[in-house]
Structure formats: C-alpha cells, structure tokens
C-alpha cells in the first residue's frame, strides 16, 4: 500500500502561483512513477503531469505545458508541481497518483493509489 497526501491548495488570483506536494508513505516511492491529475468543476479528471520513478523523465499535458514543473525528492517521499500563471482554467481538485509501471500514458484507471485530492482555485 502507498498513501498518498496532496497539499498546497488555496485560492489564488490569476497570473499567480502555486506548489503543489504530494508525501507519501508506505511502500518503497521510488518504485513508482508519480502523477497528478486534475478534476476541474463538473467535468472528467484529466492528467496534468507525471515523473518517472528515478525523476529522469517528465510528461505534461498541453494545458500547462511551459507553466508547470513536476519534481521529487526520493529521499523525502514527496512530489510537487509547481503551476506559474495561473488561468481561471486551472481551477481544480487536484490529485497525485502512483503508477507501478511507466506506459507513458496517464489514464485514471491505469493508476494504482491515489490521493484524496486538494483543491485549488483560481480567481479572475
């Protein structure tokens, strides 16, 4: 078992900032690769970022590509990403995600733990 808590989330006006962290416990962290998802108000949750398990390789969606960073640190057993300019657009519950396997292809139902989400929003 892998838990999974997200925090960070807030209000923030557009333009601004935020850094996410996802900690971990349990089994071993750096056997996962790390994803956050996203579920904005009334809608599917969609992928936003992913680290593979060793931090080597990074994949982002097109809508925060070039705004977003996602790092880990393996000895902290946590992840972060990192949103600059932030758009009304990025109002969202967000989530992270642990994947045993790196597909390269992020779909809700591929993960294998998830955490309970921390929502952030992102006034106009």
């Known amino acids: 078992q892998v838990q999974l808590v997200e925090s960070g989330g807030g209000l923030v006006q557009a333009g601004g900032s935020l850094r996410l962290s996802c900690a971990a416990s349990g089994r071993a962290f750096n056997n996962y690769a790390m994803v956050w998802f996203r579920q904005p108000p009334g809608k599917e949750r969609e992928f936003v970022a992913a680290i593979s398990a060793a931090g080597i390789t990074t994949q982002y969606s097109n809508s925060v590509k070039g705004r977003a960073t996602i790092s880990r640190d393996n000895a902290e057993n946590t992840v972060y990403l990192q949103i600059n300019s932030l758009k009304p657009e990025d109002t969202a519950v967000y989530y992270c995600?642990?994947?045993?396997?790196?597909?390269?292809?992020?779909?809700?139902?591929?993960?294998?733990?998830w955490g309970k989400g921390t929502l952030v929003t992102v006034s106009s």
């Open positions: 995600a642990a994947d045993r396997v790196w597909y390269g292809i992020f779909r809700p139902n591929n993960m294998d733990y």
